[in-house]
């Protein structure tokens, strides 16, 4: 059996799928973009704040509530691909972010995201 040392220097030599997500609501079409070194994590996070009722997007919240989880889906917009150990993807991966919210401007009646000023740091 491996020690938890082992495990935990194990678990750091994993690759998760990093990039840029969005949550869409399927019946009215508004947009949550969001990133993550680790999608997945990031999603079952989001999932798990909605359906507890306690996601820090109001709006978001709101709308999960009243249309209930089918109404909503998750879709990859843009993985990065792990290619050097030397790059700063946490960097990477908000530049992207910010590509997608300059394109998709999901804010007011277009999206659940607030301006970049109001938004906490990840």
């Given amino acids: 059996m491996k020690s938890k040392k082992e495990l935990?220097?194990?678990?750091?030599e994993l690759k998760f799928p990093m990039g840029?997500?969005?949550i869409k609501?399927?019946?009215?079409?508004?947009?949550?973009i969001d990133s993550s070194l680790n999608m997945p994590a990031k999603w079952n996070r989001h999932q798990a704040q909605l359906k507890f009722g306690s996601?820090?997007?109001?709006?978001?919240?709101?709308?999960?509530?009243h249309f209930g989880a089918n109404a909503f889906e998750y879709a990859?917009?843009?993985e990065i691909p792990f290619e050097d150990a030397t790059v700063d993807y946490g960097q990477e991966v908000?530049?992207?972010e910010e590509i997608f919210l300059e394109k998709l401007q999901p804010y007011g009646g277009n999206g659940y995201n607030t301006s970049k000023s109001k938004r906490p740091r990840k």
């Fill in 20 to 22: 840029v997500f969005q």
């Fill in 8 to 12: 935990k220097a194990a678990y750091k």
């Fill in 25 to 32: 609501n399927k019946t009215n079409g508004k947009l949550f």
């Fill in 94 to 96: 908000e530049i992207l």
């Fill in 76 to 78: 990859i917009l843009e």
């Fill in 55 to 65: 996601h820090r997007n109001k709006a978001l919240q709101k709308e999960w509530n």
